[in-house]
């Protein structure tokens, strides 16, 4: 009996075939996409909190630097953009790697290198942008630890502040820039649960985040 095809990408119809994979251990996958569901459902959880704790959570505009916020919550946005990123390029690494009939020893050839970093990294961007740039400057490592030339003041004061705010119905970053010196923050706004809810028909439609018992 042969193994069935597990599509990775139901967009780009990147499909691995466990019968016959491009490398020979491709565990990565399954602890990603596991590890992703466990951080969405950690920060679902605490959004359904601020909804049952208050009846007119849909009527605040914005609460930002709230001591209520779990500190699980800044902390899943950094693991999820992390481990996102890297379940990503891993499935534009299989895309690459069936295209150009590569096995592993592919990978060690230096003459590949360029371009598997290229064509991992521009899927990453495509599909992911604002995630990208949040790993890069956040998550990686604070921006104020390594900073770049492009960088803003405002991007480095603020790559550790990690703030959270809540729009009902979700926990966002990005939603306040610091500004400082005539500078802005450029750091990406994005939703931890909406992103993953966004991803999942791409991605993995088979997985569900709870939902309150009345819908949003």
């Known amino acids: 009996m042969t193994s069935p095809h597990i599509v990775l ?15 020979n251990n491709y565990h990565a996958f399954w602890q990603n996409y596991v590890g992703l569901k466990i951080l969405a459902d950690a920060v679902r959880e605490a959004e359904l909190k601020v909804i049952a704790d208050d009846p007119y959570a849909k009527h605040v505009v914005l609460s930002a630097f709230s001591s209520s916020t779990p500190p699980v919550v800044p902390c899943a946005f950094n693991w999820f953009s992390v481990t996102l990123v890297n379940y990503l390029r891993l499935v534009a690494l299989v895309d690459l790697m069936i295209k150009n009939g590569w096995a592993s020893a592919a990978l060690a050839d ?5 371009e598997i970093k290229k064509h991992c990294t521009d899927y990453v961007k495509l599909v992911v942008p604002e995630i990208y740039k949040w790993r890069n ?14 960088d ?15 729009q009902y119905p979700h926990y966002y970053v990005g939603l306040l820039q610091w500004n400082t010196q005539g500078t802005s923050s450029e750091l990406p706004t994005w939703a931890l649960t909406e992103t993953y ?3 999942a028909p791409r991605f993995w439609p088979e997985m569900k985040l709870r939902e309150p018992e009345n819908g949003f």
């Open 110 to 114: 230096p003459a590949n290198r360029s």
């Open 197 to 199: 809810q966004r991803l």
């Open 9 to 23: 990408d139901h967009v780009e119809g990147i499909v691995l075939d466990p019968a016959n994979p491009p490398f």
């Open 137 to 150: 400057k956040v998550a990686a490592h604070f921006a104020a630890t390594d900073p770049f030339s492009d």
């Open 152 to 166: 803003t003041l405002g991007t480095l004061e603020q790559s550790i502040m990690n703030p959270i705010s809540y």
